[in-house]
């Protein structure tokens, strides 16, 4: 009828509850999101202190049983960390340094070799015409490349100095957090489990945090032997190869292993590259990058599975998302923390009621 008037829609109480916990958990997850993405500059010397927290309080602890004060033994630990690092750096920087100064031949090289492996794809593909002299056509022929180099050079020469202070500002600062944070290790904890009143949630509390540093510390250490073997195979297996610079390529592979999946895949495209530039575009070009997916095949499937075992075992699914998540977020340094912020994040549903269903999903089976 005309004048029937509709009667209101009623909404189940219950049911707007849920809707609006649900939309705001959303809202929560994206604001979370973003305040990751634009701290970065704050929240990434921060995270990456507290990962190495995990990781140097078992030796710093020990040297305080033995006798040494936390913050002697905090700072032997770290000096030694340092001085290991100095180490690696100038065993890779002369390598690094004549790479650097053949960059220009290396692309010129690559250039060459694309174009070979161009013709021997299309063979049938119409050369390109030179109607002049090949002086005359180099001389006539524009370079955009160049060009676009001399023009923004001092640009570019901006942006290296500023982000090589930015670098070494936020170097400075993780090494001090991490001096602090060792140093009050106990002390941070103690006072921490104090601060809750429930028995049960302060031994929760407890309980959590050191299997988190059982696993992180024992993933990383497992991890860096693992990758140190890996890279002197890899430097030895290029050695015999022929390729130029085996060290530095040895220290690249044991660094960049540290990435689930996209860091094997970078070697090896890296070593191709290499491979290219050294040997031309045959079939020697492809010994680097065999040599090293055979040893990385042999580390992955049987070296790895072997010394670490079924307990920091994780879904690989979930491993390869938390890569491309905190890549995305914190870039390569985001990448590399990944494993171990999601060992961190098992370590805290486990213990955790509502959380349960994600560890469920994050163990492997």
Known sequence: ?????????????????????????????????????????????????????????????????????????????????????????MLVAAPAAAWWSRAPLIVQDLVEALQGWRDALFPYAPPAPLARAPAAAAAAVPDPLG??????????????????????????????????????????????VEAVRSPRTRALILAGVRQAQRDIGLFISTMSLINIALGLATGLALWLIGLPNPVLWGTTTAVLAFIPYLGPLLITLLLLLAGSVTFGSGWEMLGPP????????????????????????????????????????????????????????????????????????????
């Open 147 to 192: 060009e676009r180099l001399a023009s923004e050079g001092w640009t570019f020469t901006r942006l290296a100095i500023g982000g090589t202070i930015s670098f070494a500002l936020s170097a400075a600062a993780t090494v001090i957090l991490l001096y602090f944070l060792l140093a009050s290790e106990r002390w941070l904890v103690t006072r921490t």
């Open 290 to 365: 065999a040599a090293f997916l055979l040893l990385h095949g042999i580390e992955a499937n049987f070296l790895s599975p072997m010394i670490m075992g079924h307990r920091l075992r994780l879904r690989p699914v979930f491993v390869f998302l938390a890569v491309m998540v905190w890549g995305w977020l914190w870039g390569i340094a985001g990448a590399f923390l990944a494993v171990p912020l999601l060992l961190g994040l098992r370590a805290l549903c486990k213990r955790t009621r509502t959380l349960r269903l994600v560890c469920i999903y994050l163990e492997d089976d």
């Open 1 to 89: 009828m005309i004048g029937r008037t509709l009667a209101p829609i009623k909404i189940d109480p219950a049911a707007r509850r849920v809707a609006t916990t649900w939309l705001g958990r959303g809202l929560l997850f994206v604001a979370a999101v973003l305040l990751l993405e634009h701290a970065r500059p704050l929240l990434l010397p921060v995270t990456i202190a507290i990962v190495f927290t995990f990781v140097l309080s078992t030796p710093v602890r020990a040297l305080q049983r033995a006798g040494v004060h936390e913050y002697v033994g905090a700072g032997l630990v770290i000096a030694a960390v340092l001085g290991a690092a100095a180490l690696i750096l």
